[in-house]
């Protein structure tokens, strides 16, 4: 048994995490660590928990506690990982692993140095819609694999206005924005289907200096894109497009990923409508022919629901196994970090406006 605390359990945790590793038997949530006392001991007793933390360095130390899951702002991460590595704990991190590239690469090497099992949370990679669709162009389903292109929505991000809860993000130190968050995971997604990005040429515009926050008469600076846009090479030869629009939302149709082959086209878009495509199920079709994903991709007990619980169990289910077979899981830390550097090279792209290779 993997006895798990979780650092920040009464936020995006809380119905991510928590019901997904509530499912698997190889887990026991047996702590967990909120920004204050009462706000803990009241997520402890919701979930049956026997430790309550405001300190998430304590809740690392306990001897309870064999894995800590780092669910907190992206800013907030790295305190969090270097205290679970001081202790000799296994962590998994939700994504981004740190507000940079810079930080992302001394957590790595970090994580490497203390010999503990780490994993980041970006849930495409364990989606079955995408491990599907990877395999149908391995098999050339579509024949030889010419261009990529996706169009997602970007929402909350990048709009006129924002909630009041995310206007840190406008500071791009906090590293929590448009492209760090929501063109990250679905660039995640689309490398998991279609292989590595090994060059980029980027625009990052933005088109709101002041946002209004939602629900107030005030305005907050923005200093962050407001959309993503980019071309690239994949390192399978096939091109690729991506534009990411940032809006106030509510998320309509989420996004349409199209796969350009020699001989059919492959049309992916949310099963559920307004569902982000690192998140749920797709509807999937090869020409005009509708493809459904077979049963045997979706690995986790049927009481998990589709989407963010599901794929995240996925991972957890990786990290038991790598755990007993003493190796790392994927995506690990090193997944992160060259996740990390695609950023960075789109940044770069962006400032500059070259194209960049991908380190």
């Known amino acids: 048994m993997i006895r798990v605390g979780v650092v920040g359990a009464s936020g995006w945790a809380d119905g991510s995490h928590l019901p997904a590793l509530a499912a698997l038997e190889a887990f026991e949530v047996t ?8 706000s803990a001991d009241r997520t402890a007793a919701t979930h049956g928990v026997r430790h309550a933390f405001a300190d998430a360095a304590e809740l690392a130390e306990h001897p309870d506690v064999d894995l800590v899951v780092v669910s907190v702002k992206a800013s907030g991460h790295a305190a969090v990982i270097r205290a679970a590595l001081k202790a000799g704990k296994h962590v998994v991190s939700e994504w981004p692993l740190g507000v940079d590239a810079d930080q992302a690469r001394e957590l790595t090497e970090a994580a490497v140095a203390a010999g503990v099992v780490h994993a980041v949370v970006l849930q495409g990679h364990h989606s079955p819609s995408a491990r599907f669709v990877a395999d149908l162009l ?24 924002i909630w009041p809860n995310l206007v840190f993000g406008l500071d791009p130190s906090e590293g929590t924005n448009i492209l760090t968050i929501m063109a990250g995971h679905f660039l995640a997604a689309l490398e998991r289907v279609a292989g590595p990005l090994t060059e980029v040429s980027a625009r990052l515009p933005r088109t709101h200096d002041r946002v209004l926050v939602a629900g107030t008469e005030q305005t907050a600076p923005n200093a962050t894109p407001s959309h993503v846009l980019l071309h690239g090479l994949l390192a399978g030869g096939a091109t690729a497009s991506v534009a990411v629009h940032g809006g106030n939302g509510p998320i309509q149709d989420a996004f349409v990923l199209k796969l350009v082959g020699s001989d059919a086209t492959l049309t992916a878009t949310p099963a559920q409508r307004g569902t982000f495509i690192h998140w749920g199920d797709w509807d999937i079709r090869i020409g005009d022919d509708p493809v459904a994903v077979p049963d ?46 695609l950023l960075e090279a789109i940044e770069r792209s962006a400032a500059d406006g070259t194209a960049q290779k991908i380190a």
Do not use: C, K, M
Request: proline share 9%; net charge negative.
């Open 31 to 38: 702590a967990v660590a909120t920004t204050n006392q009462p």
């Open 138 to 161: 391995a098999d050339d389903r579509i024949g030889a694999f010419e261009s990529a292109a996706l169009v997602a929505e970007g929402a909350p991000w990048g709009g006129s206005r």
């Open 296 to 341: 045997t991709y979706r690995t986790v007990p049927t009481e998990v629901r589709s989407g963010p619980p599901a794929n995240i169990a996925a991972l957890y289910q990786e990290v038991a196994q790598a755990i007993a077979e003493d190796r790392q899981p994927h995506p690990s830390f090193e997944t992160a970090l060259r996740h990390h550097r």
